[in-house]
């Protein structure tokens, strides 16, 4: 489904990425746990195509296709979808209205006919409703006054709405409370855990792998992975740190 | 009798496309009175006309206690200018939403002179500009504050988005002071659409184009959220930003 091989990134002309090679299989989640600085997040945005973020080698197949030749709402469009560490303040945009018009941009250029609003509003809601968020929420400008949790809530119910193949979530799990933490893991398993979709999970901890289980577990240091194993691994990680379960 | 036509060598006239104003100048050349009675509001929803050249002059007066409130779309296709003189006694208010909207040589342009008479008089302006092409939207805001006028709350607020290098934004706040228990404040800022939320948007599905749209749809929809009635002021903008996004 993801194939990543030799992928070599860099930001501002300093590597960040030296080598990936990755193979996600449909029906499979794996979790990518790292130190800080290892080149998590630049992973994300360059599966998403955030500019700025050279690939200098290497390539990446979603599907067959060639991911790093698409626009990023080409991505979306696609099915992939980025679960953003800091999800974006936009101030004077409801969130119904950014979500709206982002699914219906994805459904137009799938060629599927647009929701109207009461549809699209009675799918928000649903969806929201599931991760436990207030739905006058989604009323409100995209992210502006949200805590850290709601924000990460809310990309949650983003995803919900999206129904992607495939979702790359960064650190997702960061600035969750134990309840918030149960609801997107809850989340993440009932939007994703499906015989045709998968998922990486960017995380820096090991307490989300507790109700996300990880088909595989990968370590990446300094822009490698350096080591893979079963989910028996984030365990290891936890208890001996990254320098003794990386050596 | 017909004012004298101006000069820009007048401060409130310097940013002027006098050249685009000057045939049509006697059909405008005389302010408009409002006068707002001793506690007593007013609300005005001004939209732009299918003119050229649109001047709109106005003199406001609100006495002790009054309220004024006024949302204004600037975005005339080559000259647009709102001009007010607002004069405010004990207690008044004041409020200015406004934006200019503009495109490839067109100039719009809000010049403003608050007076504070009376004590405890508050003001508020906040002015939004969309411009592309070599379009010109400016800001000239004159605040005085009368001897006597303590505990005045005076505010100017002015942001502007650039979409191309030929566009030209121009804020001029000024504030003349002669009481010295007051509050005056002014802020302003000239930028590009921030290329995060941009991304933030584009990763959610929309092109490139929606993206930029909806932002600039959310920099100006946000003046008009106090209005009692924004939905025309609200599609008359989101119109005028779609010719030139």
Known sequence: ????????????????????????????????????????????????????????????????????????????????FLGFQYPVEIPGISYLQFLRESLNSQRRRRGESELSGGEFIKLARSQAALLGMDTEMLKRPVNVGFSGGEKKRAEMVQMGIMQPKFAVLDETDSGLDIDALK????????????????????THYQRLLDYVEPDRVHVLTHGEIVRSGGPELARELEREGYAEAAA | ?????????????????????????????????????????????????????????????????????????????????????????????FELFGANIGTGLSTNEFATNVR????????????????????????LGKVEVARGAQKTDAEQSVKAMLLDRGATANCKPELEIFADDVKCTHGASVGELDPIQLFYAESRGMNPATARALLLEGFVMGLWDTAKQPETIGEAARQSLRRIV
């Open chain 1, 183 to 202: 609801a997107v893991g809850a989340g993440i398993n009932r939007i994703m855990r499906a015989a045709d979709k998968g998922v990486l999970l960017i």
């Open chain 2, 1 to 93: 009798m017909t004012a004298p036509f101006p000069s820009r060598k007048q401060e409130e006239w310097r940013y002027a496309d006098l050249e685009s104003l000057k045939p049509v100048w006697e059909q405008f050349a005389a302010p408009v009175t409002l006068t707002v009675g001793d506690g007593e509001e007013l609300e005005e929803i001004w939209l732009p006309v299918s003119d050229d050249v649109q001047l709109r002059r106005v003199q406001l007066a609100l006495g002790s206690g009054a309220k004024a409130r006024i949302f204004a779309l600037n975005a005339a296709p080559v000259y647009g200018r709102i001009e007010l003189e607002i004069s405010l006694e004990d207690g008044a208010e």
């Open chain 1, 1 to 80: 489904m993801l194939d990543i091989a030799n992928l070599h990134v860099s930001v501002a002309g300093k590597p960040i990425l030296n080598g990936v090679t990755l193979d996600v299989p449909a029906g499979e989640i794996h979790a990518i746990m790292g130190p800080n600085g290892s080149g998590k997040s630049t992973l994300a945005y360059v599966l998403a195509g955030r500019p700025g973020y050279s690939v200098t080698q290497g390539s990446a197949q979603f599907d067959g296709r060639d991911l790093l030749a698409m626009e990023p709402h080409e991505r979306a469009a696609a099915g992939l």
């Open chain 2, 116 to 139: 504070h008479l009376g004590i405890g008089g508050r003001s508020r302006q906040t002015i939004r500009s969309v411009l592309n092409g070599n379009a010109v939207g400016s800001y």
